[in-house]
């Protein structure tokens, strides 16, 4: 993870922590991520970047992605790199006392390192869990490898608290592992009056889409162009920094490069419905079971319809359907799509679900709800308000300067 303004988990970190982020004195990255999603500008003097060969520009032109690919999941690469990144965060730590950590591991990275580095110095963490890659479904049950079943308990029966992005995951973590966690996500405040009517009139709905486009999206979003994407039925603009994938380059779907930040509540706005793609594939239910998108709060605030598409025991969905905050569409099927571009017109269920939306956004979702779960959580590792580490003496800085 890194606190990014090109992914949601940065644009989260930023939203919930404000001001928080000023006071800790490192941000470390192992592997590649960081290079993928650069830390904020203001965040960069204070960054370490610690790379996995497998993962580097060099090493992927050198042995091309395949093979690069092939080496950054063997174990024992993996296990060596961790142990050269925990002796340069020792070294980095050297000489302070009162070491404070938040941890965001996505993988096996942080919970190796993070174990390492705290052997003879067990200083308290906090550890948020936005994403866990190394989860498998196989049939109805979900597995890690064993060894990392092994570290994820002790990394999370180790901190001081857990964060969890969604309810599904932390009802999944307290009966694997016995583990209490409070939910938090990426939070949005409510601007202006719903979007109560539609302003397409008789003709087609006009959707928007904003995020990623990605594996996690692609296949939902294509069932969504195929079925209602028409010249009576719907439009969709996708606000993002890929291109179109093939899948729906299609007439009706256009490209409209990457929204900043600040803007996306606003563009939405001018939408009839925005979407929350979530993947039917049973490869990517790690994603889809336990995860929440960043724009799902700004979905909802922005007063604009929500048409969330996703298996009904994904986690936005099982957030979405109890509240009625949402149009629910829970299957790939041509007519489901189609139904659920024509609640998108119905009046009454507009009213409805526009108010339940801007009721749970004002009562749960908003920024300051998310702030104080932030701080009653980081508390508990004993400096309110929080900080990293203990102040860096002046030669430190220098030196890291």
Known sequence: MAVSDGHGGGLTLQRV?????????????PGGFARQAPPARRFAPRS????????????????????????????????AFCRRAAVRMRALLRGRDRVRCLACPQGDFVPRILGDIRRGNPFPYVTWMMD????????????????????????????AHVFVISPALGRFYRER??????????PADPVGEPRW??????????????????????????????AAVSPRRATLDVWSRQDLPEEIKVA???????????????KMREYDAVLLPISFKEALANMSHFNIATKMSECLASGTMTLAIGPSDS????????????????????????????????????????????????????????????RAGWEKVGIPG???????????KANHE
């Open 48 to 79: 370490v970047q610690i790379d996995f060969w497998p993962d580097t520009v060099w090493c992927r032109r050198l042995l091309g992605c395949t093979m690069a690919d092939r080496l950054a999941r063997r174990p024992g690469l993996r296990r």
């Open 132 to 159: 866990d890659h190394c989860l498998r479904r196989e049939g109805d049950s979900w597995r890690y490898d064993p060894e990392m079943e092994d570290l994820m308990r002790a990394h999370l029966q180790g901190a």
């Open 386 to 396: 929080g900080t990293l580490c203990a102040p860096a003496s002046p030669r430190e």
């Open 315 to 374: 986690a936005m969905v099982d957030y979405l359907a109890p509240e009625d905050a949402a149009v629910v569409v829970t299957s790939p099927a041509t007519e489901a799509m189609r139904r659920g571009v024509e609640a998108v017109r119905d009046p009454g269920l507009r009213r409805r679900v526009l108010a339940n939306a801007r009721r749970l956004v004002a009562t749960r979702l908003s920024v300051e709800a998310a702030r104080a779960t932030w």
């Open 17 to 29: 922590l404000g001001s928080d982020l000023d006071a800790f004195d490192l941000f470390v990255h």
């Open 197 to 226: 009517d539609i302003s397409s009139g008789g003709g087609p709905i006009r959707c928007g889409y904003f995020g990623h486009v990605g594996p996690w999206q692609v296949d939902a979003l294509e069932a969504f162009v195929n």
């Open 252 to 266: 009706g779907v256009s490209a409209r490069g990457a929204a900043a930040p600040e803007d996306v509540v606003a």
């Open 177 to 186: 592992f016995g583990v209490e966690a409070t939910v938090l996500f990426g």
